[in-house]
């Protein structure tokens, strides 16, 4: 065969880009889940957090002279401000509304968010410097930045962590019993509402985490977040809409299926195989991979 | 019959609408050509969404092929254009068949996310397939429509067709929503095992509505790549698909006139706030939040509402009138 499979450095470069994507969609997919878990809502506006975390990292680090260290946090609480009013605002007045009516709502807010930055941030690209000055590492050929280090070690630490959470404290016990059964949590005393919240200023906080971690890696713009929530979803739904494992496994598998695309095959064409294999998949597997998981979600 | 001679009398209004501007009436009647293709692609997603409770995103995608079925066809290929209308409608149909006998068994958020990633496909196609559609460039020097030996060159002519056209997809879609299957519809939308314990066979009415929507939007298509003349993909992108979604909702779903409404409202917008441009989308987001929260009948619910309570106060006031 004329084909000659390319060198293991080529391959392995390749597969770093695909890790550092896939882990940024694997945080995105998670921060969907968070919120999903509890309210049953997917939030059509995630991109947008996405965006609007790496945008505000930017200005914060640039333009206010911040250091790293005060930053992330800052941009987190706002985050988990933001995700607090939009349960207010904007999900809480809709709840009760059809399935319609909700996934309409979340579009509006990411119409809204994206009006939002617009005028703050402008149509070009910004990026944010690399977190660490290190020279990157070599690995048989391949070269590995620091910052493709740390963005898969945020996707790891945020797994850890939210294992934690939900297996060792009675708030995580409490939210994965309401997510298996609403009524029945509200029965022994544990408040939805409150989950609720909880749900929405971690998923939004999440969101703006994956955009940070990124930011230094690509080049964003306001209206750069349609495109990451849609493979979030692919990769929430490959790991079954449930499970956070199953949610970073999918953004994993996302992510090295579409830098494998385009390193090998076409790059116009990546997102069209990636989203074909989506329609594959919810025709073969509408449950996902790691389906059947009835431990509420972890 | 009332309503025939009404409907007829608006349109011919409607028609004559652009020489109200005297010398601008080329330029009006260019903008509200634009606002009658959006008014087809917001009633026929609202047959979709307002009557059989589906959420989908898929709009542009199947805009785009009617709008570059008939571009292809009748640029590089010389096809008659009607003939090209009908075989660019033909395949946009035959994708919803397709993609929708996959989608249309997933509820809610899969339904929304599949084809909001259809839109996706068919956008990175279009700028992939350089050498057929133009890629991201575009295609230009599509002909003006030519409809039985008539070249419709002149602005206002051209406004009177797809007006038309317009006015009779809006009749059609009125009538199905009355009908039995419109019901049936809405059956559906609200409970689909209700629906089937009913004898409606929910699997074949939701894909015959969405292959029939599909079919519209083509037509849209068709019209808008033949009143340009030189389309790109940057027309059909996801952000396409929600605007359509948007006018629907922001006009009134499950009403046939909201949809319109929405379309009128979010097209001319754009003209009168030029100012404003980096607002409008914060603005858009804001009034469809508004919306969809405190009136979930849109535009057309708010308007009949403040319309069944003028009469009351008319009436109220004809005593005092009388003496």
Not at chain 1, 57 to 62: H, K, N, P, Q, V
Not at chain 1, 87 to 94: C, K, L, N, Q, W
Not at chain 2, 279 to 293: E, I, K, N
Not at chain 2, 298 to 313: D, H, K, N, S, V
Request: net charge positive.
């Amino acid at each position: 065969m004329g084909a000659r499979l390319p060198e293991i450095s080529v391959l392995l470069q390749v597969a770093f880009g695909g890790l550092t994507m896939g882990a940024v969609y694997g945080i995105l997919a998670v921060s969907l889940l968070m919120v999903y878990r509890v309210s049953k809502i997917i939030c059509f506006a995630q991109g947008e957090f996405f965006v609007i975390g790496g945008l505000a990292l930017a200005t914060l680090t640039e333009q206010a002279g911040l250091p790293l260290w005060a930053a992330i946090p800052v941009v987190l609480l706002g985050a988990a401000l933001l995700g607090l009013a939009i349960e207010r605002g904007a999900i809480s007045p809709v709840q009760r509304s059809g399935i319609g009516i909700v996934i309409t709502m979340t579009i509006a807010l990411s119409i809204a968010l994206q009006g939002l930055a617009l005028p703050i941030w402008g149509r070009q690209a910004h990026t944010v410097a690399p977190f660490v000055v290190a020279a990157p590492v070599e690995v048989l050929g391949a070269f590995v930045s620091a910052q493709v280090l740390i963005v898969i070690g945020t996707a790891v630490a945020v797994y850890v962590l939210l294992w934690l959470f939900f297996t060792r404290t009675t708030l995580g016990l409490a939210m994965r019993a309401a997510a298996q059964a609403p009524v029945g949590a509200q029965l022994v005393g544990i408040s939805v509402r409150k989950l609720n919240r909880i749900g929405w200023a971690s998923g939004v906080a999440l969101g703006a985490l994956a955009g940070m971690v990124v930011a230094p890696v690509i080049f964003l713009t306001y209206a750069s977040g349609t495109m990451p929530m849609v493979k979030a979803f692919i990769a929430m739904a490959i790991g079954g809409l449930g499970s956070t494992a199953g949610a970073l496994v999918g953004g994993f598998l996302v992510g090295t299926l579409e830098a494998y695309t385009i390193g090998f095959l076409s790059s116009e064409f990546a997102d069209a195989i990636v989203f074909g294999v989506l329609i594959l998949f919810l025709l073969v597997r509408p449950t996902g991979v790691f389906a059947a998981s009835d431990k509420g979600g972890m | 019959m009332r309503q025939a001679l009404a409907g007829a009398g608006g349109y011919i209004a409607l028609t004559l609408l652009p020489l109200a501007f005297g010398s601008l009436a080329d330029y009006y009647a260019e903008i509200l050509t634009v606002v009658a293709v959006f008014a087809i692609l917001a009633v026929s997603i609202d047959l979709v969404v307002g009557l059989a409770g589906q959420i989908t995103l898929g709009h542009a995608a199947f805009f785009a092929v009617g709008a570059y079925g008939s571009a292809i066809l009748t640029t590089r290929y010389g096809w008659p254009h009607l003939a090209a209308a009908a075989a660019a409608a033909a395949a946009a149909s035959l994708v919803a068949y397709v993609v929708g006998r996959a989608v249309l068994h997933l509820r809610g958020y899969y339904l929304a996310m599949a084809t909001l990633g259809l839109t996706g496909v068919v956008y990175t196609l279009l700028i992939g397939l350089r050498e057929l559609a133009g890629g991201a460039a575009g295609m230009g020097g599509i002909p003006h429509l030519r409809i039985f030996g008539f070249v419709l060159d002149d602005p206002l002519h051209y406004y009177a067709v797809v007006l038309a056209v317009a006015v009779l997809v809006v009749c059609v879609c009125r009538r199905i929503a009355r009908s039995a299957y419109g019901r049936a519809l809405i059956a559906i939308h609200g409970d689909e095992e209700t629906a089937t314990a009913l004898g409606i066979r929910v699997a074949q009415y939701k894909i015959n509505v969405f292959v029939f929507a599909a079919a519209l939007a083509s037509i849209a298509g068709t019209l808008f790549a033949h009143h340009l003349r030189f389309i790109a993909p940057d027309d059909f992108t996801i952000g396409q698909s929600i605007h359509i979604l948007v006018m629907a909702f922001l006009g009134g779903i499950g009403t046939v006139f909201g949809p319109v409404l929405g379309a009128v409202v979010l097209q001319l917008l754009p003209e009168f706030s030029h100012h404003f441009k980096d607002y409008q989308t914060l603005s858009t987001g804001l009034v469809l939040m508004l919306v969809l929260a405190f009136f979930p009948g849109g535009l057309y619910g708010l308007l009949r509402m403040l319309l069944a309570r003028i009469p009351r106060a008319g009436r109220a006031g004809a005593p005092a009138a009388a003496d």
